[in-house]
């Protein structure tokens, strides 16, 4: 089950200079910065009310935000889902037909759980599906 929008992942060329403009836009400055070395990713979250943004900078020319930024500009990557069992989740879109980039949860930013929905699945948008690991 659904529960909220959880974030929206932006992919930036500069993390630096796009935490500068986001922390002007949104009025509150990025609340963590970690890299997630298993996407060669560096990421900054911002909170807003209870939503999310997630500026993606790659840290590898072999990963998907780098590839993402060869064929496309700086911006929206990914919208992402708080789900209350990702697990279930995943067997019940499978069970209607989508293709998921990931058929098991792996560990993502900001203590998550995660596994993604392939974009020819849904209409061209990477939806992430996302859950805290203590659940």
Known sequence: M???IEHVGIAVKDIAASNRIFTDILGV???KSEVVESE???TSFFQVGESKIE?????SN???IAKFLEKNREGIHHIAFEVADIS???ARLKGLGY???HSQPK??????LVAFLHPKSSNGVLVELCMDKAE
Do not use: N
Request: no cysteine.
């Open 107 to 112: 560990e993502g930013a900001d203590g998550k």
């Open 55 to 59: 500026l993606l900078q790659a840290l």
């Open 62 to 64: 072999d990963s998907a």
């Open 2 to 4: 659904l529960r909220k």
């Open 40 to 42: 060669q990713v560096i």
């Open 29 to 31: 400055a990025p609340y």
């Open 99 to 101: 293709q998921m980039v």
């Open 88 to 90: 279930k989740e995943i």
